[in-house]
């Protein structure tokens, strides 16, 4: 589990001191309408359409995380089956089988707890208890929570109850682990599935409760605390418990980051901005820093993965951010700005594969520390994509970093030999350079460096002896094909190309000597990002075929 999961657990501590004076919110806020219940739209609709259509089964098994609402539904599916204006789809609320089944005090609703009622005496007694109709309502509704928690006798007794099940009973179970339910109670009941609640749902309740209760909770700190829930609306209400008992009325941001022990935001900021720019050794040492201070790897992890996605959010359009913080939301605009949307889905793509290395790592802080290495080589490895793809690297944050590279990488490097293009006006040279300039500068970098011939419908680039580097990338079949079109497009009369080293011709399809592979930008650059040295040159396999 996440350590949001633990810092909940953990501060449960703190929380009792709330629960001594006031009622915790998760009680008092507890659903008394299916109406009231956020996040299970589709569960209350199937049991809703069941109650009105008469068609509501004899047993049901609710899965899903805790605090997502099981125990609530059942309790609700109990009034509505068995308020005085019932069955009907939403119970009333007010009737004396409402009222006491809300209180917990209905004779004809059984609530048991699997673990503790586990025994095959317990089974013995519910059996017992399952021979007589309810003493007033409807139905006799049995809830079993964390039904998979009892014993192999106890589910063989209770199977038989579920095979022939009299028409008053209702039994409704709930468990977190469904897997540990074995398959003969499961095809006896109707599944319904619990899902995690939205942190957009869970925001929103809490925003709301804020209000009726009267304390202070800003947009901020509400995702902050739904998010640290994970889904679970019980959990996001007890940290809700907790914050109240630790800051009183007023809960704001940095109160949440500081009881859920999570990073400050300028922090996490400047940390994505060091791995933007790929300055891996200053991001290593701010990561240390905040280690040390005590916060959780994983929730770092996380406070970087949504800054990253923020920065996205913030370039796609401010409004999907409305919650964040002024000064929070001036420090990811203006880090977003130094990188395009490209880039920022490349890096979250690259920083979510790192979750299982940080998350179920048998050392977390070493695979956070891993997973920041990775991001800080995203701009190398954009570089060598670059390269090797003839494409315009995207920009770096972090200025100095990102720039020095650029001017290193082969696009960038033949960007300013254009100005100076060999070719005449006019010339077929120049038609193609230009032709290729915009998307493929490194192949319009290849026609620069080349003596460009129209010979008998066919375009003939001759690079120089020194440039064989160039010329194995323009014979690569996708450059092929590139220069192939772009000849037929913009030379009349052409129709193909070929591409020729200097001193190359009849059999001079020799390896290069190897200084020259060296020398080569591309070789240079693969080599910075995958180390290794060049101990041979071999001519192109797909040549050596021909
Ligand atoms: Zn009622």
């Known amino acids: 589990m996440g350590s949001g999961r633990r810092s909940v657990g953990r501060l449960c501590i703190l929380g009792y001191h709330a629960c001594v004076t006031y009622q915790v919110l998760a009680r008092s806020w507890r659903p008394q309408r299916f109406a009231d219940l956020i996040g299970q739209d589709a569960v209350v609709k199937t049991l809703q359409n069941a109650l009105t259509g008469g068609t509501l089964g004899h047993a049901y098994l609710f899965s899903g995380l805790r605090g997502v609402g099981k125990t609530t539904v059942a309790r609700l599916l109990a009034k509505a089956v068995n308020c005085a204006e019932g069955p009907t789809a939403e119970p009333c609320d007010a009737c004396v089988a409402c009222r006491e089944i809300a209180a917990g005090s209905s004779l004809d609703v059984v609530e048991l707890d699997g673990a503790s009622n586990r025994g095959i005496d317990d089974v013995r007694e519910l059996r017992e208890l399952l021979r007589y109709r309810p003493s007033r309502d409807r139905y006799r509704v049995i809830i079993i929570d964390e039904v998979h928690m009892l014993t192999r006798e106890a589910f063989n007794a209770l199977l038989k109850s579920l095979e022939e099940p009299p028409p008053y009973i209702l039994f409704i179970f709930a468990t977190t682990e469904q897997h540990k339910v074995p398959a003969t109670i499961l095809s006896r009941c109707q599944q319904l599935e619990f899902r995690p609640v939205s942190t957009r749902l869970i925001t929103a309740h809490l925003a709301a409760i804020a209000e009726q209760e009267s304390f202070g909770l800003t947009p901020e700190a509400a995702t902050a605390v739904a998010r640290a829930a994970e889904g679970s609306v019980r959990d996001a209400l007890s940290l809700i418990d907790q914050l109240r008992a630790f800051s009183g009325d007023r809960i704001d941001g940095p109160a949440v980051a500081e009881v859920l022990g999570m990073p400050r935001a300028e922090q996490v900021a400047r940390l994505l901005e060091l791995l933007a720019g790929g300055e891996a050794a200053d991001a290593l040492s701010l990561l240390r820093e905040e280690l040390a201070a005590g916060h959780d790897a994983v929730v770092l992890y996380h ?31 203006e880090l977003a700005g130094k990188l395009d949307n490209t880039a920022l889905v490349r890096m979250l793509g690259l920083w979510v594969e790192q979750e299982p290395l940080v998350r179920d790592g048998a050392n977390r802080e070493l695979g956070l520390e891993v997973a920041c290495l990775r991001l800080a080589r995203w701009p190398v490895v954009r570089d060598l994509e670059a390269t090797l793809t003839g494409q315009p690297p995207s920009p770096a944050a972090g200025g100095g970093g990102g720039g020095r590279r650029r001017t290193t990488s082969g ?62 990338y323009a014979r690569t079949p996708e450059a092929m094909s590139v220069l192939n079109g772009t000849v037929e497009r913009v030379i009349p009369d052409c129709n193909g190309v070929v591409i020729e080293v200097e001193g190359e011709s009849g059999d001079g399809n020799g390896p290069l000597p190897l200084s020259q592979a060296t020398e080569d930008e591309g070789v240079r650059l693969v080599q910075r990002v995958l180390g290794g040295e060049v101990v041979a040159v071999r001519p192109d396999r797909r040549e050596a075929e021909r």
């Open 303 to 333: 406070e970087v993965g949504h800054a990253l996605r923020r920065m996205l959010h913030l370039r796609l359009d401010p409004e999907l951010e409305p919650e964040l913080a002024n000064d929070n939301r001036e420090r990811l605009t």
């Open 411 to 472: 696009s960038a490097a033949a960007g300013d030999s254009r100005a100076d293009s060999p070719h005449p006006e006019g010339s077929a040279g120049r038609l193609l350079s230009e032709a290729l300039w915009e998307d493929r500068p490194r192949i319009a970098s290849a026609v620069d460096s080349a003596e460009v011939v129209c010979d008998d419908g066919v375009v003939r680039l001759v690079l120089p002896a020194d440039r064989t580097g160039l010329a194995d």
